[in-house]
């Protein structure tokens, strides 16, 4: 090997660490111009109907695993929930429709009750009506609170980033539940 090839290599091993780091310091400095100092926030209630004719949510993959909640039928690791549930303006079924939130949860934790959650928020209603939102995340479903992330959107929520608080609002097992979610938006000013 000849000291020049060896000086060559070192400059191009030189250039290609200062360019890595100049763009490892710019990505983490730089932000969406116009991104919101707030986010935009609504609070939506989500009706997960197991039971009787007009269910909007269906199992459709029996879990196999360990048992993590019993009862009849027992709820199991494994087991894949698709939904379709509506949303409105309160907790009651019967108070003004916002949407519905189509997606799936599946009983992800071997080890307790937890779901991965995966949904689209449809806004049919409202000033954001016609937009989506996506919502993905772990839901430990016997915790007074989750945080879920929203990954995504469509319409007025292009390229949206933010997180969902998720309470349970009523519950009865194995049968019915109210969510209560409080949206927490950042949408950027270029979408």
Known sequence: MSVAW???R???YLVSLASLVLALVLSMSWQWPGAPSQPSRMRLFMHDVLTGPGATAVGVVNGTGP???GGEPPLRFG???MIDDPLTEGPSPASTPLGSAQGFYAFAS?????VLLCMNVVLTAGPY???TLT???RDNFVAPLRELSVVGGTGRFRMATGYVLWRTSSWEMQKNAVLELDVFVYVH???
């Open 135 to 137: 919502v993905v995340g």
């Open 189 to 191: 000013a270029h979408a």
């Open 79 to 81: 087991q894949v929930v």
């Open 110 to 114: 071997m080890h307790g009750p937890a």
């Open 129 to 131: 009506s016609g937009s």
């Open 6 to 8: 060896l000086e060559q």
């Open 10 to 12: 070192s400059v191009y």
């Open 67 to 69: 048992v993590l909640i």
